[in-house]
């Protein structure tokens, strides 16, 4: 049995339960550690809370409950300790799910291979009766506005005193949020406005059943807020999922701005305004080479890690007596390393605000992105054909496109001189081979590789 995929544990309530969080608390907790329980709006949420408090508190550790807070408050408030969010992020309120941080780090591969090993096993005993944790309330809320506050002052601001009416980067600029009934609806509208923006919330009142609309941001989920930012006077949409971990950017019509130029044009800010000699830049195979691009111009790089494993990434790219990971991020998913190890949404939000407003309006910061025509698609493939498919993929799609460098490390990336780019790899959840494309002439690159892939993949299923 394997409990965790690329974020933490996902899945129904009905499997996802208070008994499989007791049993995750139970296999965390070690007597002498401290816990911060947070969770999301879900209306199953106290219960598993209740739960894992039971399983970090039977296991020896000390809990302090932060109650309904954001991811990235979550992981804020993890460091120096460890961390449980229980959130299922984008996921339907029928779902629930768990996220383990240490020092505000989500746990890595091996650490959550230890908790899932302990989970399957054989049962754990608990700590003796009289070394059993305490809990304890902790208010971190109003702490975790004020360090992302402080920190776009620092970066964007005018050097004016903290809190001084002109220490204010986000002056004049109108941004309408749609925190889709998640818990960013305790962050993000409040730090902007701190910031100077004028603010105007949209379905910004917790609401586990995301009545509003799905948890997920979507150019159709959020088909009436671009309705609503079209028809406004607004310089800027922002919009987030349940735990406010992701966000999406939209422009002043309501379009949504491609993920990859938003990620392009954060980086190219981190790399430029870095004083080290090697900044690098982490994001994933499926990034665009746009980013790249960017980073490159502003004389960085980039490297790729796995899907899930920023973090990981991150602590690969440390170490050079030059060299510092400048920003890391996937599509729609952001960590700011200067200011935590976490993914967080709410500094996104305020970062790209205040980067519009330095630059004027979206179209500006976009600008120097080239952004090229880009498709993913998906190949049916049975789960157990997978690894067999992609082994024969790593030589058949390098033969179809001899002129690309290839790159296998996760999945089958492909690069071409004119800075198009396709990857190949096994969808983690479901039974596909996703195909994700970025050229001037996608659709022709798109049904070459498909072409290629359907061959290999009927090759290995003959059913």
């Given at each position: ?50 739960a894992m408090e039971a399983g970090l ?407």
């Amino acid at each position: 049995m394997t409990l965790f995929g690329t974020a933490g544990i996902r899945g129904p309530v009905e499997e996802v339960t208070p008994s499989l969080a007791l049993a995750v608390g139970q296999a965390a907790g070690d007597p002498g550690t401290t816990f911060v329980v947070g969770r999301d709006g879900r209306e199953t949420g106290p219960a598993l809370a209740a739960a894992m408090e039971a399983g970090l508190e039977s296991a020896g550790a000390d809990v302090r409950r932060v109650g309904v807070v954001p991811t990235p408050a979550l992981a804020f408030a993890s460091r120096g300790r460890r961390g449980v969010m229980l959130t299922a992020s984008h996921n339907p309120p029928t779902d629930n799910g768990i996220k383990l941080f240490a020092d505000g780090v989500e746990y890595d591969s091996d650490a959550e291979r230890a908790i899932d090993d302990r989970v399957t096993g054989e049962a754990r005993g608990l700590a003796p009766w009289d070394e059993w944790g305490e809990a304890h309330r902790l208010e971190i809320l109003d702490r975790y506005r004020d360090a992302v506050v402080a920190y776009v002052r620092d970066r964007f601001g005018d050097g004016s005193e903290a809190g001084s009416p002109n220490e204010r980067p986000l002056a004049g600029l109108s941004i309408a949020v749609d925190c889709g009934n998640g818990v960013g609806s305790l962050a993000t509208p409040q730090v902007l406005d701190r910031l100077g923006a004028n603010v105007v919330g949209v379905n910004a009142s917790v609401d586990g059943h995301f009545s509003a609309r799905p948890s997920k941001p979507t150019p159709e989920t959020l088909a009436e807020f671009s309705d609503f930012l079209a028809a406004g006077a607004f310089d800027l949409g922002l919009a987030h999922d349940g735990d406010a971990d992701r966000l999406v950017v939209l422009g002043p019509d309501g379009d949504v701005i491609h993920e990859d130029t938003v990620l392009a044009a954060v980086a190219a800010h981190y790399t430029a305004e870095s004083d080290v000699d090697d900044p690098v830049v982490v994001t994933t195979p499926n990034a665009s080479a746009r980013i790249d691009e960017q980073v490159r111009e502003a004389g960085g790089r980039v490297e790729r890690v796995r899907l899930g494993a920023l973090h990981e990434g991150i602590a690969r790219e440390r170490g050079g007596v030059d060299t510092e990971v400048v920003f890391a991020a996937e599509p729609w998913k952001h960590i700011h390393t200067a200011f935590g190890g976490w993914i967080d949404g709410v500094a996104s939000a305020a970062t790209v605000a205040a980067l519009v407003a330095d630059a004027g309006d979206t179209a500006a910061l976009r600008e120097p992105v080239t952004e090229r025509p880009y498709r993913k698609v998906s190949v049916d493939c049975p789960d157990a054909a997978k690894t067999d498919v992609m082994a024969t993929l790593e030589t058949d799609l390098p033969d179809r496109f001899p002129e690309a460098a290839v790159d296998t490390d996760y999945g089958v990336r492909l690069e071409f001189d004119d800075a198009s780019w396709l990857l190949v790899r096994p969808s983690g959840t479901e039974p596909y081979v996703r195909l994700y494309a970025e050229s001037d002439d996608v659709d022709e690159l798109v049904d070459q590789a498909r072409s290629v892939v359907e061959s290999v993949v009927t090759d290995a299923d003959p059913q």
